[in-house]
C-alpha cells in the first residue's frame, strides 16, 4: 500500500517490528477500546494467526522489510530493542537520518520519550479524551480504554490464555524457519555502521 515513490525517491525508513505475542495484545486491547472487535481474547488470537482481522498478515509483512533491512534508506529495529537501550537506539536513529545531536539532547529525548512521560502528557491526555468522546459518541460510555496501557516488553506472560504463547510461538516459527531466521534474528537485530 505504499507508494511507488518509495523505491524511486527512497525516503528514509524506519521500521519497528515488535514481538508477536506483545504486538498481539496490543492490537486485541485497541480493537476492544474501538469496538472493532466484541467478542473474548482467544477467538481474536485465532482469528489473528488465520489472517482474518483487518492490517495482516503479519510475519508476511515483517520479513518483507527484513529483506530490505540493509537497503541504506531503510533502518529495521525492534521496541525490544528501543527498550533495552533508548538513549543508544536514539543515536543510531540519529545518524540514520542524519540528523545531529549532542548527549544533553538525547537525555532530553530520552526523558520525554520515556513511556510514563508520554502517557502523562498533555498531547496524550488531549488524545486520551478526544478517545472518550468517540466511544462516547457510538454509544461505549463504559471507557476502561486506554491507548497507552503498559508498554512493557513481556506482558504476554500475565495476559495470555494458558497455551496461547505456545501456539504463537509454533505459528511464528513456521514463517522464520522458511526464512532461516529465529525469533531472536528478528529482534536483536542491528544495523551495521550505526
Known amino acids: 500500500m505504499l507508494p511507488y515513490e518509495i523505491w524511486t525517491k527512497k525516503p528514509k525508513i524506519i521500521y ?9 495484545l496490543s492490537r486485541y486491547h485497541m480493537y476492544k477500546g474501538f469496538n472493532y472487535w466484541k467478542g473474548d481474547m482467544k477467538p481474536f488470537l485465532d482469528a489473528f494467526m488465520n489472517d482474518d482481522l483487518a492490517y495482516l498478515p503479519y510475519w508476511p509483512h515483517i520479513l518483507e522489510f527484513w529483506q530490505i533491512r540493509e537497503q541504506p534508506n531503510v533502518y529495521f529495529t525492534s521496541y525490544e530493542n528501543l527498550k533495552k ?20 539532547l538525547l537525555d532530553k529525548a530520552v526523558f520525554h520519550l520515556s ?17 472518550k468522546q468517540f466511544r462516547k459518541a457510538v454509544g461505549l460510555e463504559n ?11 513481556g506482558s504476554f506472560k500475565e495476559e495470555l490464555p494458558e497455551g496461547y504463547a505456545e ?28
Open 85 to 104: 537501550d533508548l538513549k543508544g537506539s536514539l543515536r543510531k536513529i540519529c545518524k540514520f537520518l542524519e540528523r545531529p545531536f549532542t548527549e544533553e
Open 16 to 24: 519497528i517490528t515488535r514481538n508477536v505475542k506483545d504486538s498481539i
Open 167 to 194: 501456539k504463537l510461538d509454533e505459528w511464528s516459527a513456521g514463517f522464520l524457519e522458511k526464512a532461516g531466521l529465529t525469533m531472536d534474528d528478528i529482534l536483536n537485530y542491528e544495523k551495521e555502521g550505526y
Open 115 to 131: 513511556f510514563e512521560n508520554m502517557k502523562n502528557s498533555k498531547g496524550h491526555q488531549e488524545g486520551e479524551e478526544m478517545i
Open 143 to 153: 471507557n476502561d480504554f486506554e491507548f497507552l496501557r503498559k508498554g512493557k516488553v
